[in-house]
């Protein structure tokens, strides 16, 4: 069967799945934003399907998943900070170490 | 032959994202992060996406993956090996999620999309000459607001993880 659309739906649903397996089994803070990398290449992955063989007149998507790499970028650079600045105050990156705002 | 390609790149990425999320080394689940980010790239360029092919690369393995090593090092604990990275709900997390993603894909070709021309498949342009036409001038006004929400985002980074001048 030649590769078409149903083919990369199909790979990209099933990496949204991994990622989401990751984000809820985790227990280290950089596995989660790991994760969600995963997720949003996944996201990603289907913007540019979606460009190529529906609608090949435009750039929306792949403009689209530019700007997802970069605000995917943003998003990890400040995550990280505060799994730094979280271990400065706490000793540990583990999840549930971290509940001061839970009672 | 493309065909060929995308079937093991496919096979691929599922194994080292599987492992990414799965094993008990977070160093190494970032190098397996690193290779299933790489080869997206490759499926961007079977996807006639060359430059998102080059802007993976230099965003996602070049920098944030080079950031999670650095988060990975900075943090690290001793005797990270039995330190178990993974909690209990391993059974009931992979079930829903493996629920999530296949109705997800049940519902994404549910729906009948109205393809595209082979002819106009074939003759899409994402060189960097398109791509930045495009990013100039019909999307001019999202290129500015990305660029502020990078600066942002760097002046919060550095505040949030920099020492306390008197602690």
Redesign the interface.
């Known amino acids: ?11 990209s ?10 984000l ?5 803070a ?2 989660l ?3 969600t ?2 997720i949003l ?1 996944s996201v ?3 913007l ?12 929306n998507g ?2 689209f ?3 997802t ?10 995550a ?6 979280l ?2 105050a706490k000793r ?3 999840v ?1 170490d971290i509940n001061a705002m839970k009672w | 032959m ?2 060929a390609v ?2 093991l790149t ?1 096979a691929l ?2 194994f080292c ?2 492992r ?3 094993s008990p080394f ?1 160093f190494r ?2 190098l397996y ?1 690193a290779a ?2 790489a080869l ?1 790239a490759v ?2 360029l ?4 060359e ?2 092919a080059v ?2 690369i230099l ?2 393995v070049g ?2 993956v080079i ?2 090593i ?3 090092m ?2 690290a ?1 001793l005797g990270e090996g039995s ?5 209990r ?2 059974l ?3 079930a ?3 629920a ?3 109705g ?2 049940k519902m ?2 549910g729906h009948t ?4 021309a082979p002819a ?2 074939e ?2 342009d ?1 060189s960097p000459k ?2 930045g036409s ?2 100039i001038n ?2 001019i006004l ?1 290129f500015e607001i ?1 660029g502020f ?2 600066f ?3 002046v ?3 505040l ?2 920099r ?1 306390e001048p008197n602690s």
């Not at chain 1, 990280?80 to 600045?85: F, G, N």
């Not at chain 2, 079977?46 to 996406?49: D, G, I, S």
Request: proline residues 1%; charged residues 5%; hydrophobic residues 60%.
């Open positions: 069967m030649s590769v078409g659309l149903t083919q990369f739906l199909g790979l649903a099933l990496l949204f799945s991994i990622g989401i397996f990751g809820l089994t985790r227990r280290n950089v596995g934003l790991m994760a990398e995963l290449n990603n992955l289907n540019v399907a979606f460009n190529r063989f529906v609608h090949p007149g435009a750039m792949q403009i998943t530019l700007f790499i970069t605000v995917a970028a943003g998003e990890a650079t400040v990280l900070a505060l799994v730094v600045s271990f400065r540990s990156v583990m549930e | 493309q065909d995308f079937y496919a990425m599922i994202a599987f990414a999320v799965t977070i689940s970032a992060l299933t980010l997206t499926q961007y079977l996807l006639k996406a430059f998102v802007v993976q965003v996602y920098a944030v950031l999670i650095f988060a990975v900075l943090t604990q330190n178990r990275q993974t909690n709900f391993a009931v997390a992979g829903s999620s493996l999530l993603g296949f997800l894909y994404l070709t999309w109205v393809l595209a106009a498949v003759a899409l994402g398109a791509v495009a990013l019909s999307y999202p990305i929400l990078l942002t985002a760097l919060g980074a550095v949030i993880a020492k």
